[in-house]
C-alpha cells in the first residue's frame, strides 16, 4: 500500500555524507503532512530518527537532518560511522487513503 | 523509562484467529495514542493499525480492513489487536509503538521488541 518511494539502497564510506530521498505525492507530504524518519536495525527495534520533517528527539546526534520541499522528503547523515549500516524507513500520512504509510525503506551500506 | 513489551504471538492456521496484546508503562498511557506496525520476513515495515487516546479515531490498513480490530484499555495500560480470517500474508513480527501525540497520527517515538505470528498449516 506504500505510495512513499525511497532508493532500495545508498552506500557510501565512513566519514562522508549521505542522503535517502523519500517521494510521496499530494495527498501525503505533498499535504503538508510530518514526514519522520526511522532507523532499524536487524534485531533491534526500529528507532525514530527525525519528527515533524525536521527535529531529532533527544539522544539522536546532530550528524542526522531531515528536510522536506514539495512532494518530497530527505533524511541526511553526515560524518557515517560503521554503527549507521541499517534499513530507514520515513512515514506520513495520507489523508486519500487514511492511513498512516511506511516508505518502502532504504538500506544504508557503509563501505 | 518508556517500556512496551507485546505478547500473544505463536503458530496459527490459515483461516484461524490471534489476539496479540502491548503491556505499556513508563508514561501516561491514556494521553497517547498507539499503533500495531508489522514486518514480514523479507520485507519493509507496515503500519497496520492506529487508535487515539480514548478510542474515538480508529484506522486500519486496507491489507487488514475487515479482518483486524484494534482496542486498548487504559485502565489497565494495554492495547489489543484481534486478528481474524488470518492468512499466510499476515506472518509477520507485530511491533507495538507510541504515538507522540494524543489523538495520532504522529510520530512514533517508542516501540517494543515485537511478538512473532506465523501463519501456517
Known amino acids: 500500500q506504500s505510495v512513499l518511494t525511497q532508493p532500495p539502497s545508498v552506500s557510501e564510506a565512513p566519514g562522508k555524507r549521505v542522503t535517502i530521498s523519500c517521494t510521496g505525492s499530494s495527498s501525503n507530504i505533498g499535504a503538508g503532512y510530518d514526514v519522520n524518519w526511522y532507523q532499524h536495525v536487524s534485531g533491534a527495534a526500529p528507532k525514530l530518527l527525525i519528527y515533524?520533517?525536521?527535529k531529532r528527539p533527544s539522544g539522536v546526534p546532530d550528524r542526522f537532518s531531515g528536510s522536506k520541499s514539495g512532494t518530497s522528503a530527505s533524511l541526511a547523515i553526515t560524518g557515517l560511522q560503521a554503527e549507521d549500516e541499517a534499513d530507514y524507513y520515513c512515514q506520513s500520512y495520507d489523508n486519500a487513503l487514511s492511513v498512516s504509510l511506511f516508505g518502502t525503506g532504504t538500506k544504508l551500506i557503509v563501505l | 523509562e518508556v517500556e512496551l513489551v507485546e505478547s500473544g504471538g505463536g503458530l496459527v492456521e490459515p483461516g484461524r484467529s490471534l489476539r496479540i496484546a502491548c503491556a505499556a508503562s513508563g508514561f501516561n498511557f491514556e494521553d497517547h495514542a498507539m499503533h500495531w506496525v508489522r514486518q514480514a520476513p523479507g520485507k519493509g515495515l507496515e503500519w497496520v493499525s492506529g487508535i487515539s487516546w480514548n478510542s474515538a479515531s480508529i484506522d486500519y490498513a486496507d491489507s487488514v480492513k475487515g479482518r483486524f480490530t484494534i482496542s486498548r484499555d487504559n485502565a489497565r495500560n494495554s492495547l489489543y489487536l484481534q486478528m481474524n480470517s488470518l492468512t499466510a500474508e499476515d506472518t509477520a513480527l507485530y511491533y507495538c509503538?507510541?504515538?507522540?501525540?494524543?489523538?495520532?497520527?504522529?510520530?512514533?517515538?517508542?516501540w517494543g521488541q515485537g511478538t512473532l505470528v506465523t501463519v501456517s498449516s
Open positions: 515533524d520533517d525536521t
Open positions: 509503538a507510541k504515538d507522540k501525540a494524543a489523538a495520532g497520527p504522529g510520530s512514533l517515538d517508542y
